[in-house]
């Protein structure tokens, strides 16, 4: 625990759960013998993976032993460095396994998502399971009816300091949390933040990554694991849609990429080769709404990135069946490329991006 007395006071009055949320819990977690299942949504990320893993070390912490976690299918090979990874179970190739798991569990988290539909092929044995159901999550709309406790704030920065609220609110203190632990919510908080340098302007955050740094964690270490690891197709791929694939609509601040099946193919794609490419297209001046359109089991999956405070959460869920933050969503289509891209075009072609404000 850092022992200078402004941060020790700041956490103390910053970083809290509700008393009597905490205090449920803290109940289920004081019965070493309940099993539990940690889940996470769809094309899972590094807040998702971050906080899952974080809160697993926890619970393991505790002395509760049966602990799973569970993703609906594979994610980015530049988080598998993280602790506890090699127990993580991906549904899409231990489907039985991960249905028997979340049947037979008493206690589920489910992580960074807000609706049970968000966990894709297990959102069914999900649905029909009679646990006590615990939601962490900071995306906006939670189906708040379908949880026993929903602990979820959309001014917190990643899930993974949500979780980090739920250990602090149990133990009242830090103490708890060793470098594995540290480890992976500092991962969930860096991708979440883009390195701190999305629009996150709460003390909080800070505080609690100040404490994490304490546990002897190894920021530059985890930032070159995250963010330098590309493999020769993935930084290929970038190359080409930045040369290619890259369209900026005339006079409306406005710019995309899209991927068809055929060229990630090409260049040999692999879980986690295009996260983060629809930023390239935002960081471009004077653009202030991105999209990245990629075709995938033929559905037209889709990213939107924006600045200031253009909704485009509010595009996502009007036209593209999907959802997430102000500045942060996601979307599918089912058709063609084209059809998506058109779409997408057309609510800009006679209208400014200001409306979505």
Known sequence: MITNDFFTFALMNLVKLNNDIAGKISSYLSDKGKSFCILTHVNPDGDAIGSALGLYGYLRSKGIDNVSVIVPNNYALFLHWMPFNDIVIVASEYQKL?????SNADVVFCLDFNHPSRVDNISEVLTKSRAFKVLIDHHPQPESTFFDVVISNVDVSSTAELVAILIYSC???FDIIDKDVASCLYAGIVT??????????NTQTYLIVAELIDKGIDPVEIQRSIYDTFTEERMRLLGYCLSEKLTVLPNRKVAYISL?????NRFNHKEGDTEGIVNYALSIGGIELAAFFMERDDVIKISFRSRRLIDVNKIARLHFYGGGHMNASGGKLKGSMQQ?????EQLFSNQDINMYL
Do not use: C, H, P, Q
């Not at 991960?98 to 979340?102: G, Q």
């Not at 979440?192 to 302007?201: E, I, K, L, Q, V």
């Open 98 to 102: 991960a249905n028997d798991k979340i």
């Open 171 to 173: 133990e009242n203190s």
């Open 192 to 201: 979440d933040t883009g390195s701190f340098s999305y629009s996150n302007r």
């Open 260 to 264: 068809t099946a055929d060229e990630l």
């Open 340 to 344: 998506a891209i058109a779409l997408f």
